[in-house]
């Protein structure tokens, strides 16, 4: 896990979200399709990366945490992602932050800091449209 931080933004993951959101119009539905398959193909077990791709997409939808000259992602993933997509990467979130599944969410466990990550997290959840 590289991780400089507990922000939902502050892991190598979440950058590579970004910077393929930057670089690539479409790929947000793709990033979405891609973290679905790979839950089903492990069972419902959700690694820790995918937990951090999802929270990072979460940020994207919500705004929550996002740098001001990066607002304009905003809107692209808003309108990239419909509804049921948007619903299932919220419930997808909170499977991250709290099913016993969670690689993400053991790896802060172990390391002491579970509640604190979490509290950074929920700010997204709180926020979604």
């Known amino acids: 896990m590289g991780t400089w931080g507990l922000g939902p933004l502050e892991n190598d993951a979440a950058a590579d979200v970004v910077a393929d959101i ?3 119009a479409d790929s947000v539905a793709r990033l979405l399709a891609e973290i679905k398959d790979e839950i ?3 069972d419902g077990f959700l690694e820790a990366s995918t937990g951090e791709i999802a929270i990072a997409m979460g940020v994207l939808v919500t705004g929550v945490a996002i740098d001001d000259d990066r607002t304009w992602m905003l809107a692209k993933v808003r ?3 419909n509804r049921d997509q948007q619903a299932y990467l919220r419930t997808l979130i909170h499977r991250v932050m709290y099913d ?3 690689e993400l969410a053991e790896l802060h466990n172990e390391a002491g800091h579970l509640d604190e990550w ?3 997290v929920q700010p997204i959840l709180d926020a979604w449209p």
Do not use: V, Y
Request: glycine share 0%; aromatic share 0%; no cysteine.
């Open 118 to 120: 979490r509290a950074q």
């Open 40 to 42: 089903e193909s492990e």
């Open 100 to 102: 016993p599944n969670s």
């Open 79 to 81: 309108t990239e992602l």
């Open 22 to 24: 930057e670089e690539d």
